[in-house]
T-cell receptor, first 117, second 114 residues
């Protein structure tokens, strides 16, 4: 149980285009999802907290107009990287909480490798 | 502010030997502590957690960790390492008073040599 999927697993795009990454909780409802980015051999950097039915909460320094987050249902959150540039190339990982259990285990997706040419 | 430290970037052990991956934390209040493992180009997999109760926590794949409140540590251990244990390990702390956000350590790369 508690499986989180991400799609796509990897994507290559041209500079200036937009890319959408989906995060789905497959067998549970997730009130809250988190989006992270990870650089090679580094820790996870929290970008934003995605709450179902409300606006995402962004961490300091993360441009909300560039990284659009939509949490339209209890099983789906999307991250759209708008007008992508090479510096946006990274590994993006989402995680989800079991509904109502914000202090318990986070369940992570497998990650999405974004390469912007 | 809460913080997590993994003092070793790299840990090398021989297969069959015991392994320890260290983690210390600095928080106010009672933390919820986690260990996750990450294989190349994959997301994080949950290993074990400490919420309350017995200080020795047993988790997946034969791993265990001991919560030590006086030393503010939560070291990950395994009695006999396997080559397949080679991966990147993250310690994390979580509070319900921080909107459920987790703070992660910088990670420790474990290499088990045959």
């Amino acid at each position: 149980g508690a499986v989180v999927s991400q799609h796509p697993s990897w994507v290559i795009c041209k500079s200036g285009t937009s890319v959408k990454i989906e995060c789905r909780s497959l067998d549970f409802q997730a009130t809250t999802m988190f989006w992270y980015r990870q650089f090679p051999k580094q820790s996870l950097m929290l970008m934003a907290t995605s709450n179902e039915g409300s606006k995402a909460t962004y961490e300091q320094g993360v441009e909300k107009d560039k990284f659009l987050i939509n949490h339209a249902s209890l099983t789906l959150s999307t991250l759209t990287v708008t007008s992508a540039h090479p510096e946006d190339s990274s590994f993006y990982i989402c995680s989800a909480d079991l509904r109502g259990q914000s202090t318990d285990t986070q369940y992570f997706g497998p990650g999405t490798r974004l390469t912007v040419l | 502010a809460q913080s997590v430290a993994q003092p070793e970037d790299q840990v090398n052990v021989a297969e069959g030997n015991p392994l320890t991956v260290k983690c210390t934390y600095s928080v106010s209040g009672n933390p919820y502590l986690f260990w996750y493992v990450q294989y190349p180009n994959r997301g994080l997999q949950f290993l074990l957690k400490y919420i309350t109760g017995d200080n020795l926590v047993k988790g997946s794949y034969g791993f265990e960790a001991e919560f030590n409140k006086s030393q503010t540590s939560f070291h990950l251990k395994k009695p006999s390492a396997l080559v397949s244990d080679s991966a990147l390990y993250f310690c994390a702390v979580r509070f319900n008073t921080n909107a459920g956000k987790s703070t992660f350590g910088d990670g420790t790369t474990l290499t088990v040599k045959p």
